[in-house]
Nanobody, 121 residues
Framework: VQLQASGGGTVQAGGSLRLTCAASGHSFRSYSVAWFRQAPGKERDFVASVARGNIYYADSVKGRFTISRDNAKNSLYLQMNSLKPEDTSVYYC?????????????????WGQGTQVTVSS
């Protein structure tokens, strides 16, 4: 599966953005999918995932971000509300055939190219 993320940009604190990850290839519904983010000089951190029908969030985004997928459109989304300056990162979508509640980025085999999100204070 090939992934392409889009929707990043610059917003003020408290604002919202919606990220989209378009997938190509077949059997998209058979993949677990996730969003990660990486700030300069830091490791790639788990944000949210949909794995085997269950949804998981990092504590830092719970209640503010919503992950969803549309298998008919081969798409993954991340709705981000109440954005904070500390949410500033490059956001990556990821997929893994089958998959599970994997929080370590090294457990995900397919990646999009990343989209920059900048939140100004």
């Amino acid at each position: 599966v090939q992934l392409q993320a889009s929707g990043g940009g610059t917003v003020q604190a408290g604002g919202s953005l919606r990220l989209t990850c378009a997938a190509s290839g077949h059997s998209f519904r058979s993949y677990s999918v996730a969003w990660f983010r990486q700030a300069p000089g830091k490791e790639r951190d788990f944000v949210a995932s949909v794995a085997r029908g269950n949804i998981y969030y990092a504590d830092s985004v719970k209640g503010r971000f919503t992950i969803s997928r549309d298998n008919a459109k081969n798409s993954l989304y991340l709705q981000m509300n109440s954005l904070k300056p500390e949410d500033t990162s490059v956001y990556y979508c990821a997929a893994q055939y089958g998959g599970a509640d994997y929080r370590d980025y090294r457990q995900w085999g397919y990646w999009g190219q990343g989209t920059q999100v900048t939140v100004s204070s």
